[in-house]
């Protein structure tokens, strides 16, 4: 068993680095979350196959967001990354989203040494409107079998936007 949230810190967000530990391995339909009292990963659902993650799914240790879970993160990556695996990052932009009328904001990484595509990842931009809409569709969608209507994807948020959803899910967790 690790605390992740003892072991590491949410990295140098200020400079535009974090940490994020995966929970669900991009294409997995399993909806996996991190027991922070425990300090186990546990199946929370499975969700129907036509919505498997488009990425890498994890979170940013030591931050707490809104929704009393650790601050979520979507890892953008070539490949799916083991459950567990801890990826230096580098932040390129936030995900604004609520889920049951709570915010549940997402930090958009990709890994701080990538020489696969040279680091040309630099910003959420970066990635094109088709990538940002698939984003979109999936988050607005993957819960329509279950409860229709209960998620909506308010916009994308620069690097600056994303330091400071951080620094709130920093402040709310040393405060707790």
């Known amino acids: ?11 140098d967000y200020k400079n535009g680095k974090i ?12 909806k996996i979350e991190y027991n922070r009292d425990l300090h186990t990963f546990e199946l929370d ?19 707490l967001d809104d929704d ?17 695996v801890v990826v230096k990052a580098k932040i390129i932009g936030v995900l604004k989203f609520e889920d049951d009328g709570e915010l549940d904001h997402k930090i958009i990484c990709v ?13 959420v931009d970066d990635l094109g ?4 809409e698939k984003i979109s569709y999936h ?4 819960k329509d079998l ?14 600056s936007e994303a330091k400071e959803v951080i620094e709130e899910c920093i402040e709310r967790y040393k405060n707790k």
């Not at 009393?68 to 567990?84: M, Y």
């Not at 890994?111 to 910003?123: A, C, M, T, Y």
């Open 1 to 11: 068993m690790v605390d992740y949230n003892k072991i590491y810190t949410s990295g």
């Open 19 to 30: 940490i994020s530990v995966v929970e669900i391995p991009k294409g997995s339909i399993n």
């Open 45 to 63: 659902r499975v969700d129907p196959e036509i919505f498997p993650k488009p990425t890498n799914y994890g979170f940013i240790p030591q931050t």
């Open 68 to 84: 009393g879970d650790e601050l979520d993160t979507l890892i953008v990556a070539d490949e799916s990354l083991p459950l567990g």
């Open 111 to 123: 890994p701080d040494d990538n020489r696969n595509n040279g680091n040309l990842i630099n910003s």
């Open 129 to 132: 409107e088709k990538w940002k």
């Open 139 to 142: 988050f607005n969608h993957y």
């Open 146 to 159: 279950k409860k229709a209507g209960t998620t909506n994807v308010i916009g994308f948020g620069d690097i």
